[in-house]
């Protein structure tokens, strides 16, 4: 079974950049699409990126479009996201989820049946 861990939260200002990482154990990665979903206090959890296994594809929410990257390096077991021109309304715990390959990328949380614990992303106005 593949085990998620993410890592790279804290707090930043407001316009400012993190990159969250996820590595990935247990498994084979590659077979994997790979996902970052939020969830802020109070609030449903939100789909904020999808990536295929090969990368080649990418799918992003519309609150961070033109700000957040998804990546993943395969030689490292490893998804990231790249959140830049960070906004307080970015403020909640991020969590990296994968599913099997097969079929087009999604971004309904029921899909993925991998998650990581989450790592908290606070920031400052």
């Known amino acids: 079974q593949v085990r998620l861990v993410e890592s790279g939260g804290g707090l930043v200002q407001a316009g400012g950049s993190l990159r969250l990482s996820c590595a990935a154990s247990?498994?084979?990665?590659?077979?994997?699409?790979m996902a970052w979903f939020r969830r802020a206090p109070g609030k449903e959890r939100e789909f904020v990126a999808a990536?295929?296994?090969?990368?080649?594809?990418?799918n992003y929410g519309d609150s961070v479009k033109g700000r957040f990257t998804i990546s993943r390096d395969n030689a490292k077991n490893t998804v990231y996201l790249q959140m830049n021109s960070l906004k307080p309304e970015d403020t909640a715990v991020y969590y990296c989820?994968?599913?099997?390959?097969?079929?087009?990328?999604?971004?309904?949380?029921?899909?993925?049946?991998?998650w990581g614990q989450g790592t908290q992303v606070t920031v400052s106005s």
């Open positions: 247990g498994g084979t990665f590659t077979t994997y699409h």
């Open positions: 990536l295929t296994w090969n990368g080649n594809s990418q």
């Open positions: 989820a994968g599913r099997v390959w097969f079929g087009a990328l999604r971004v309904e949380a029921n899909d993925y049946p991998l």
